[in-house]
């Protein structure tokens, strides 16, 4: 298999891949002593010696030995979250190892007995506000592309990045390590329409963005903003109001209604012309062939299952017809492509 492929594929099986499954094994499962150290002096170069092999290389280090990662993808750690972390480590102690990567200077030298962080922040922070003097590490020899992609893949799969912070991290990948938005997906398990209209996310100006960071608006209120003319001012609008994100989108429709009609752009845009009842447009065509057969509903309930999603078919003259899938958002179109293309 070519190496670059494997590489990749490993990457996106998670922690488990450079960890080793044993070493995950051994420091997640019952009864692990995380008391049990190297003496202080010896624990750095212990580490440093580590084997770089899947499964080996499990020690601790002293907590002041590691540093944050500088291409950790988030940005923000809530408070609430660490401190209730903070008391499962002081009563279980830090049962999943951090995995680290030697600390480098800027000229590439590695710095004797430092090591930053790859996969972990969150629990290094938490043994910190517990006050633990070391911690269980893995560690492994990684270059930035790698060290970038694991710190994602590990807050993507246990605690959810923002849409921005996310959209920030994909946006790296393709920019600085040369991967395309096919690459990002393979490796993250995602869909190629859910990593671009994530990205798409970063055309919003930056009040918006920061709404979405601190989660005031979610990704699908701000996926509605795109392209509108004022974002800013309709984002606070949809804050201020409460609106859903069903709502939003009903919103962005009546903007570029309007638009198309001579709207200026500022401030809401007019209501629609009401349309007297009976007119052409008031409800939604009938089918052609009148009211649904027992056997389309019944096609429809079997492909609701088999998909998770709500669908609609539409019989048309003959034999032809239309089936329409509903997603709520686009974690429920990646559930339905992952069940429409499973062996």
């Not at 349309?275 to 009211?291: L, N, Q």
């Not at 057969?293 to 309930?301: G, I, V, Y």
Request: charged share 25%; aromatic share 2%.
């Amino acid at each position: 298999m070519n190496e670059q492929l494997r590489r990749r594929r490993g990457l996106g099986r998670g922690l488990a891949a450079l960890l080793g499954d044993d070493a995950v094994v051994a420091a997640t499962g019952p009864g692990v002593d995380v008391t049990t150290a190297a003496p202080d002096g010896a624990a750095a170069e212990q580490a440093q010696a580590a084997p770089q092999r899947p499964g080996a290389g499990l020690t601790m280090l002293p907590i002041t030995a590691l540093r944050s990662g500088r291409l950790q993808p988030r940005r923000n750690f809530d408070e609430a979250s660490l401190h209730e972390l903070a008391q499962s480590v002081k009563l279980h102690g830090l049962v999943q190892p951090i995995l680290v990567r030697p600390l480098r200077e800027r000229g590439g030298d590695p710095l004797p007995g430092q090591f930053e962080i790859v996969a972990g922040e969150r629990r290094w922070r938490a043994a910190q506000k517990a006050q633990l003097h070391e911690v269980p590490v893995v560690v492994r020899t990684l270059d930035d592309g790698e060290t970038l992609q694991l710190g994602l893949i590990e807050n993507v799969q246990r605690t959810d990045l923002t849409a921005i912070e996310e959209a920030v991290a994909y946006k790296r990948l393709i920019s600085e390590f040369g991967h395309t938005q096919e690459d990002v997906a393979e490796t993250l398990g995602k869909s190629r329409p859910h990593i671009a209209n994530i990205l798409r996310l970063l055309e919003l100006p930056a009040p918006v963005q920061q709404m979405v960071e601190t989660r005031r608006l979610s990704a699908g209120h701000a996926r509605a903003l795109i392209g509108l003319p004022d974002p800013v001012f309709l984002a606070g609008h949809l804050v201020e109001r409460g609106m859903s994100v069903r709502q939003a989108e009903q919103l962005a429709a009546q903007c570029k209604a309007a638009l198309a009609q001579g709207w200026d752009g500022k401030g809401l845009p007019p209501a629609p012309a009401a349309t007297p009842t009976g007119k052409a447009g008031t409800a939604k065509s009938a089918s052609p062939g009148g009211a649904k057969s027992a056997d389309a509903k019944a096609l429809e309930r079997r492909i609701e299952t088999a998909l998770g999603i709500k669908v609609e078919l539409r019989q048309g003259k003959g034999e032809a017809s239309e089936l329409i899938l509903h997603f709520r958002d686009f974690d429920q179109l990646d559930e339905a492509v992952r069940r429409l293309t499973r062996p």
